[in-house]
């Protein structure tokens, strides 16, 4: 068995063999995590339990107000009217107050009420994006059961039971309460080991999938933080799927974790390097049609031909 994946391939092997048994990039936990196209992870973190249960207080207390408002003014107003009639209408009012509204400010405001914008919380889809009026309207008709049937019981149990905070609203709806309010944190800075830049220069590191790379950036910002077993197994399994894409291989022995950094940390700084040669070929391309002569093609802004 191959105890290093970094090392060269004999002949005939395959180095997933070599690295059987090691975990993958499962162990890193993404679930509450959406990645860009470059590989940056963002955490869309669920909100607390405390802080929801604060949020759906303060929607509950301006419904109420709002039920016996619009019931005080009712009754104010209509005192001759035929009683069916009017219980009738009270109870359009009532559900107006009760789902209609609540439902139409979800819509509108994707994923806001009163009280979520209070406590900086936002409702979003299971994939991150906003929610649409489908979902406003699954979560407004099941909170009249789990709200304010049974006073809140069910979506206690439901949430306390669920990892993202769900009630059953948003079970049904595929939704759940993200925190929009949360300070930014910089991402990790990945630092050159110095004694692999010499080697890192000169070697081809092919294309480095998104999910890897956000792997290995992942790991290397969490890797004080995992067991020595853990962090021991997860280093060689990214390590050895890292290998598989750059040549020439590492200098042996080189720890896999700097061979990590090594290959993010020159990526970087070639993908800077190119977006800088872009900046400067578009200043220069701007800078020659102001003084071009306006007769000429390029002074028209016409397009370049090589």
């Known amino acids: 068995m191959i105890t290093d994946p970094l090392a060269p391939m004999p002949p005939g092997q395959n180095r997933q063999a070599g690295v059987a048994g090691l975990v993958g990039v499962d162990e890193l936990d993404f679930s509450d995590e959406l990645v860009t196209g470059e590989a940056v992870v963002l955490e869309l973190r669920p909100a607390s339990f405390i802080t929801r249960a604060l949020a759906v207080s303060a929607d509950v207390i301006v419904t109420v107000v709002g039920i016996l408002l619009i019931s005080w003014l009712f009754y104010a107003t209509t005192g001759n009217i035929d009683p069916a009639a ?22 509108l405001t994707r994923g806001k009420s009163l009280g979520k914008w209070l406590a900086g919380l936002r409702v979003v889809r299971d994939d991150g994006g906003p929610i649409r009026a489908r979902h406003a309207l ?13 006073l809140g019981a069910i979506a206690l149990v439901a949430s306390l039971l669920n990892r993202r905070g769900k009630r059953l609203g948003d079970l049904v709806a595929g939704t759940y309460v993200i925190r929009e309010r949360q300070p930014r944190q910089s991402p990790p800075l990945i630092i050159m080991p110095p004694h692999l830049a010499p080697w890192v220069r000169n070697a081809d590191l092919g294309r480095l999938p998104d999910p890897l790379a956000r792997a290995c950036r992942q790991f290397l910002a969490r890797a004080s933080r995992l067991a020595p077993e853990a962090r021991q197994r997860l280093g ?20 896999p974790e700097d061979f990590l950094a090594a290959v993010l940390a020159e990526r970087r700084d070639r993908d800077y390097a190119r977006l800088w040669r872009e900046s400067q070929q578009r200043a220069a391309l701007r800078n020659s049609r102001a003084a071009a002569s306006p007769l000429s093609a390029t002074g028209f802004g016409l397009p370049d031909h090589d």
């Open 86 to 107: 009017g219980s009738a209408l009270g109870l359009v009012a009532t559900l107006a107050v009760l789902i209609g509204i609540p439902i139409l400010v979800e819509t």
């Open 138 to 150: 699954i979560r407004g008709l099941l909170a009249v059961l789990e709200i304010y049937w049974s």
């Open 236 to 255: 060689w399994s990214l390590a050895g799927q890292l290998g598989e894409l750059v040549a020439p291989p590492p200098p042996p022995g080189t720890h």
